[in-house]
């Protein structure tokens, strides 16, 4: 039974994560219609079958459950019903998504009989997913080099603007789930197994985060790099002891690996600009003058226009704004997880979530309008909580102590990924998938630290 058990949730685990990949390609058509509906509909039924099985079995107990995050579910369903003349459809969704994330992903390692570092979850299953995100990327870069740009439902495709899209939703989303898989790389390269494959996954999705041109992808993966950087140089034979020498060359490291970065992206852009510009003036010369004349409409941007006469933060603050100015409403219970827009739309159409109908483009901020004052404390709390018990000192005689690391900078770079989309704590995402699933495999690891 309990090797029935594990099957399932690795075949569930793998099938979750390669589908919401899959779906991440806004260019293929049936990916986002009935293959995208039906799909989600069946992981979701899966989830929750899931989560009754397991609790059935003991598996999953009330007492084994983090109680801060089912108190927030409870609370987020509290503030979907008080809300619920506003919408509830999507509410219902993201009620159960959350539940798939906080009780049966958070807790998946505990299903299991091996020792957590020898589990890690993603050093039996992840193969197949990182091969499949990697094979985009390559894609990508095809369509770089190749000057190739397109609009799918008014986004972008290819490379234009400064920006590699690649066949992504949202270049922002993809960097971000990006930075998620090149830390699970490096998980499964120090495991020591088909290190040749996760060390080709690791340069190309380093590659893709820098040429995306996402700035708040640059600032998540590089405080994620640093973190690591700063564990694995305080890690001394087997216990974690972090001098001022040691911190200082940890610096050195990552800033070196930033200023490189940035040459390496540098250096890209001028090769296809240039390769550009050549391919441009045969066009030119081949075709007549009309024809010469429709092709430069078109032509491609080797900088970010897209920013011109927005603040720094690409209206960002103006979105956040407007939410929490909206959120004043209801402070204490806040406006449901999904309501946000049709709130805004209803009582305030000139506000600017209101004629934009953007979302709060914050995790953060996202969580303090839909739940409130209440709901975000208690997720606060729970964070806290969680960073005091994966706190590194933990692990001071850990011989994994460098996947551990890697996991924490995994962690770490969705927690700051939250402050600029609205993923993790509401939407369902490859990026929300990987951070319960890791950030429980780290709770679990100390837990039987501490025992």
């Known amino acids: 039974m309990k090797k029935w058990t594990e099957k399932i949730s690795q075949l569930y685990f793998t099938g979750f994560v390669s589908f919401l990949m899959i779906t991440e390609f806004l260019s293929i058509e049936w990916a986002q219609g009935t293959f ?25 107990t009330i007492k084994g459950v983090d109680k801060l995050l089912i ?3 409870l609370f987020s ?10 919408g509830w459809i999507d509410n219902i969704k993201s009620l159960v998504w959350m539940s798939i994330h906080y009780i049966l992903l958070f807790h998946i390692n505990l299903h299991f009989s091996d020792s957590p570092e020898e589990y890690c979850l993603v050093n039996r299953i992840m193969m197949f ?15 770089l080099f190749n000057h190739i740009y397109y609009e799918v439902e008014r986004l972008g495709q290819g490379f234009n603007n400064g920006r590699l899209y690649g066949i992504f939703r949202d270049p922002n989303y993809a960097s971000l789930a990006t930075s998620c898989i090149l830390f699970l ?14 060390l080709v996954s690791i340069i190309l999705c380093m590659f893709y985060i820098m040429m995306c041109g996402s700035r708040g992808g640059w600032i998540s993966f590089f405080i994620g790099a640093g973190i690591y950087c700063i564990l694995k140089n305080g890690y001394i034979r ?16 990552a800033i070196s690996l930033i200023i490189c970065a940035f040459i390496l992206r540098a250096g890209v852009l001028k090769i296809v600009e240039h390769t550009y510009s050549q391919d441009r003036e045969i066009q030119i010369e081949v075709e007549d003058s009309k024809a010469a004349t429709a092709y430069s409409e078109i032509e491609q941007t080797f900088q970010r226009t897209d920013l011109e006469g927005h603040s720094i933060s690409n209206g960002r603050f103006n979105i956040w704004k407007s939410a929490i100015l909206i959120g004043l409403d209801r402070p204490l219970i806040g406006l449901s997880p999904r309501n946000l827009n049709s ?16 979302n709060a483009h914050s995790g953060y901020v996202g969580t303090l309008v839909g739940t409130g004052i209440l709901g975000f404390g208690l997720m606060l709390i729970f964070f806290l909580l969680a960073a005091v018990k994966i706190c590194p000192m933990r692990y001071a005689d850990n011989s994994n102590f460098e996947i551990i690391s890697a996991m924490i900078a995994l962690v770490s770079t969705c927690m700051v990924g939250m402050f600029f989309i609205q993923d993790i704590l509401i939407y369902n995402s490859i990026s929300t998938v ?3 699933t890791v950030l429980g495999n780290l709770k679990r690891m100390s837990d039987e630290k501490k025992e």
């Open 36 to 60: 995208k509906t039906a799909g989600s509909a069946t992981l979701m039924l899966m989830g929750m079958m899931l989560i009754f099985y397991l609790g059935g079995i003991g598996k999953i």
């Open 71 to 73: 108190i927030f579910l």
């Open 77 to 86: 369903t509290l503030s979907t019903i008080l809300n619920f003349k506003y």
């Open 129 to 143: 997913p990182v091969i499949i995100w990697n094979s985009t990327i390559i894609y990508a870069v095809y369509q």
């Open 185 to 198: 790389s490096l998980i499964c390269y120090k495991k020591r197994k088909y290190r040749p494959l996760y």
């Open 238 to 253: 087997g216990q974690f002891r972090l001098n001022r020498n040691r911190l200082i060359l940890a610096t050195i490291k």
């Open 343 to 358: 709130y805004a739309t209803c009582h305030y159409p000139d506000s600017y979530i209101g004629y934009t109908g953007q």
């Open 434 to 436: 990987l951070f319960w």
